[in-house]
């Protein structure tokens, strides 16, 4: 019996902010769910299951979730939490329509970390008896993993901060992050160290947001919006926990979660216009874009171009890592580019029909999810 195909119907998102202080996880979770229905004719009503992605370590407080059932709209309705980035959540929440078990569900992530300690969040995630007392962590993987990286494949600081320049211009042009200043490559180098060789703005930039994903059953999502856009292919992966056992230049569990996803969506190579990739510094990113079959290895920097594949148009997760949301985010701004192509820069030539989704989690990209689009 073939499976359901499930589409992605409408997306919503607050803006990504270093700090939202005026407003409550419940004030941003409610924002999205609200947003998301808007022209869609569904309602909550309509709603089969929702499933929420977050951390109670980020939020301060053991099954947090149960607090913020009201804003997800979650009373009297099937309702799941997933401890990991909401693009776990929405694999999850495919499956369950393909099963049969609804037609309809909403997918939430959000995320507050300015008021959490970030590197004692990864730091709480590494091996407890030799590791975490020296404060190894996410920062401390990431510089490693650039400094093998680079040293294999020759690539400069320069090169780096060029691109990560390039990736908060194109956030702030998205206007869906919030930007004081979008820095040059040379503010870029300039920056305080952030892990050797990487500076502070080399890394992902932790922010508060929230994101709300409606998916739906191929007859619901073909009467209920423009242009659905399919999810065809899904892929997981999760590399060993020891970091110093993973290999030091490319992300083994990404490349396995990129090939079951094409083989799932029944492509024989990475066959797509838009890819909206993942990453916790800006040569995790590359090593991602690796992984995923875009560029040889050593070859990513080149694929940032866009010659080919339009990646992180949205500017990515340098600019903007809202810690648990950022895949979701990710599959929210590659599906608004192949439904609404006009409004992505994209008009002028053959729309996009095809993209690439990525989402990772764990210290040094350990884990790692890929979901293939189609219009």
């Not at 890394?203 to 209920?224: K, Y």
Request: charged residues 20%; glycine residues 10%; proline residues 3%.
């Amino acid at each position: 019996m073939a499976l359901d195909k499930v589409g992605v119907v409408a997306t919503a998102q607050t803006e990504l902010r270093p700090a939202w202080g005026n407003a409550q996880h419940i004030d941003l979770i409610s924002s999205v769910v609200t947003s998301v229905f808007k022209g869609t004719g569904l309602s909550l009503d309509d709603v089969d299951f929702i499933i929420d992605s977050g951390s109670d370590v980020l939020d301060g407080r053991s099954i947090s979730n149960c607090g913020f059932l009201g804003a997800l709209g979650a009373h009297h309705k099937e309702e799941a939490r997933v401890e990991e980035d909401g693009l776990w959540a929405a694999l999850y929440g495919v499956n369950k329509i393909r099963a049969g078990s609804g037609a309809v569900g909403l997918i939430v992530a959000y995320s507050k970390p300015s008021e959490s300690n970030v590197d004692l969040y990864w730091n709480a995630q590494v091996e407890p008896f030799y590791q975490r007392p020296v404060g190894f962590g996410q920062r401390a993987a990431n510089g490693v993993l650039a400094q093998q990286y680079m040293a294999d494949h020759g690539l400069s600081a320069d090169e780096l901060a060029a691109l990560v320049a390039q990736r908060w211009a194109a956030a702030a042009q998205g206007g869906r992050v919030q930007i004081d200043a979008v820095p040059d490559a040379a503010a870029v180098l300039a920056a305080k160290e952030g892990a050797a060789p990487l500076t502070e703005l080399m890394f992902a930039r932790p922010v508060d947001g929230a994101v709300a994903v409606l998916i739906a059953r191929e007859d619901v999502a073909r009467r209920v919006s423009r242009n659905p856009a399919f999810i065809t292919g899904m892929g997981t992966s999760m590399a060993t926990h020891s970091f110093a056992t993973r290999d030091r230049d490319r992300l083994v569990a990404a490349e396995n979660a990129a090939k079951m996803a094409y083989r799932s969506a029944g492509w024989d190579k990475p066959d797509a216009q838009v890819a909206e990739v993942s990453s916790s510094s800006v040569v995790g990113e590359l090593m991602a874009i690796e992984a995923l079959g875009l560029a040889d290895r050593g070859k990513g920097l080149s694929a940032t171009k866009g010659d080919k594949v339009a990646i992180n148009r949205s500017g990515g997760a340098l600019p903007a890592d809202p810690i648990m949301a950022t895949g979701l985010v990710r599959l929210a701004e590659a599906s608004r580019q192949l439904s609404q192509p006009e409004l992505n820069g994209s008009s002028g030539g053959a729309a996009p029909s095809r993209a690439i989704v990525h989402g990772a989690g764990g210290v040094g990209m350990q884990n790692n999810c890929v979901f293939t689009l189609e219009v």
